[in-house]
């Protein structure tokens, strides 16, 4: 660790001087990298200086130990030094993690409504608004690329890209089944019923990091039987598109020119077909190194909304929130929080052994 944090420091000091030098402040992109990687860097000199010299006071006052004078001062001091070295020295090793290179991506989500009919498909528009809101809390926009309504309100299944700095770092723990157990709307009885809908989470993934061939492609266009007006129906400007490769079809209707809609559908066919690569080069990854939190498979339960008790559970953790109403208006932010400080705690662990 110590050559890691010598090494970044030292990397520091010489990105520092390059600012002086007029090759580099006299190009814009050479002054973007540099300030870039400052930025990453200065965290981790910073901890590394506070850890030296609270380091510097442990070593000096475990010194005074033996002094008859002193030592009872010492002695008095040292617990409270020990520990704040200990907690900066956890903080460098956190902070020396490697970072997930995609946590800046934009997202790719899609709910699907499970077992339950249309309480399911209910439930799959609850959650669609639950992330909407999370998405505006955290300054994100939320952005619909294809959906099948039902006629009471419900989702068979939508798609909508997330898109803002670090999306993907918020999002990228929700893959997997949402369980509810609540009173349906259709149920005259009053009895609780369970039902679930499954979410995928995908990172964006840009053109050039997904070649796709356009003789691969099928592109079918067709009028749009969604919400939008008579426009939207008079004209085929909805796409659907077949990767024959695969067989992987992604329709957006969503738009009212047939451009952008094409334009969506391609980031999410990119995403998927980039999110199925990575999980047949490397099984032991698929999980999109979430395994310490759940594998991310979507056929996993990994949460579950009790209405009833006012309660949400999630099963990866063992957490468990009274506050339900919240969770559901978008309040997202301390069971992700948990999910990351879970996530960090094992990879910790990891590097450890």
Known sequence: MLEKLRAAAARYDALQAQLSDPSVYGSAERLRDVNRELKELGPVVEAFSAWEQAGDRLRETEALLKDPDLRAMAQEELPALRAETERLEDGLKRLLLPRDPEDGRNVVVEIRGGVGGEES?????????????YAERRGFSVDVVSENRTEMGGVKE???LVEGDGAWSRFKFESGVHRVQRVPETESAGRIHTSAATVAVLPEVQEVECVIDPADLQIDTFRSSGAGGQHI??????????????????????????????DKAMKV??????????????AAQAARRRSQVGSGDRSERIRTYNFPQG?????????TLYRLDDVMDGDLDELIDALTAADTAERLRGQEK
């Open 311 to 319: 309660r949400v559970t999630d099963h990866r953790i063992g957490l």
């Open 269 to 282: 066919l990119r995403s998927r077909l980039y999110e199925a690569e990575l999980a047949k080069r490397d």
């Open 233 to 262: 129906n008079k004209t085929e400007s909805a796409i659907r598109i077949t990767h024959l490769p695969t067989g992987t079809v992604v329709e957006c209707q969503d738009e009212r020119s047939q451009y952008k809609n094409r």
């Open 158 to 160: 939508i798609s909508f």
């Open 121 to 133: 498909a209910l439930f799959a528009a609850s959650l669609f608004r639950m992330y909407s809101m």
